[in-house]
């Protein structure tokens, strides 16, 4: 089914572990984003990429890494997860920059313990 | 940097009453502006934009004008349903801002309607 969609939904590691999180869009948007959202917080940016191989820092880079071979895939990787990481992760796309409608994945629910 | 600021929740009315949710923003450029809706156990999804001065955006009831001398975008609808619980966000696209491209999003408002 086109959209855009996010693995694993839920995910419980230990502190110190590497984790990655998954994000597919099947319509070929150039811009893809990566959220996370956090009570009293709203939603923050972590990485974003306007095409492939390109990638910028958002409002909370640290502890995460992003990569974008593909444009339809971008995936977060915490290189050693703690438990400030534990969130739920958005990922989105928009076919524009400025003025653009973000989509936006169903989540993926992040604890460390 | 950009900014947008939320009424504080969470809301709750009864159904049928009367809604408004307050946002405000700072923008470096010329913003584009937008609410999300976040229905329970889901991601955002785009509830309505307006990208100039005066605009209005409306979608399922719902309105929002932009109000670029206040520095506003206000959510309003007229009579709630039920079905209208959820997680509401405005967001703003500045073409400004040193990483244009991105949309930055208030802290969000926890509507609950009453039947």
């Known amino acids: 089914d086109a959209g855009i969609t996010q693995s694993p939904r839920y995910k419980i590691t230990e502190t110190g572990r590497q984790v990655t999180l998954m994000c597919h869009q099947t319509?070929?948007?150039?811009?893809m984003f990566w959220y996370r959202q956090d009570l009293g917080h709203g939603l923050r940016l972590i990485y974003y990429?306007?095409?492939?191989?390109?990638?910028d820092k958002g409002e909370v880079p640290d502890g995460y890494v992003v990569s974008r071979s593909k444009t339809e895939n971008f995936p977060l990787t915490l290189e050693s997860a703690t438990r400030s990481q534990t969130s739920v992760y958005f990922c989105a796309s928009s076919e524009q920059g400025v003025g653009g409608e973000l989509f936006f994945g169903e989540g993926s629910r992040l604890t460390v313990l | 940097g950009d900014s947008v600021t939320q009424m504080e929740g969470p809301v709750t009315l009864s159904e049928e009453a009367f809604l408004t949710i307050n946002c405000t923003y700072t923008a470096t450029g010329y913003p584009s502006l937008f609410w999300y809706v976040q229905y329970p156990g889901e991601g955002l999804q785009l509830l309505l934009k307006?990208?100039?001065?005066?605009d209005k955006g409306s979608n399922k009831g719902f309105e929002a004008t932009y109000r670029k001398e206040t520095t506003s975008f206000h959510l309003e609808k007229g009579s709630v349903q039920v079905s209208d619980s959820a997680v509401y966000f405005c967001?703003?696209?500045?073409?400004?801002?040193?990483?244009?491209?991105?949309?930055?999003f208030g802290d969000g408002t926890t509507l609950t309607v009453k039947p």
């Open positions: 967001a703003l696209s500045d073409p400004g801002d040193t990483n244009a491209g991105k949309s930055t």
């Open positions: 990429s306007a095409a492939a191989d390109i990638t």
């Open positions: 319509w070929s948007h150039s811009y």
């Open positions: 307006a990208t100039k001065a005066d």
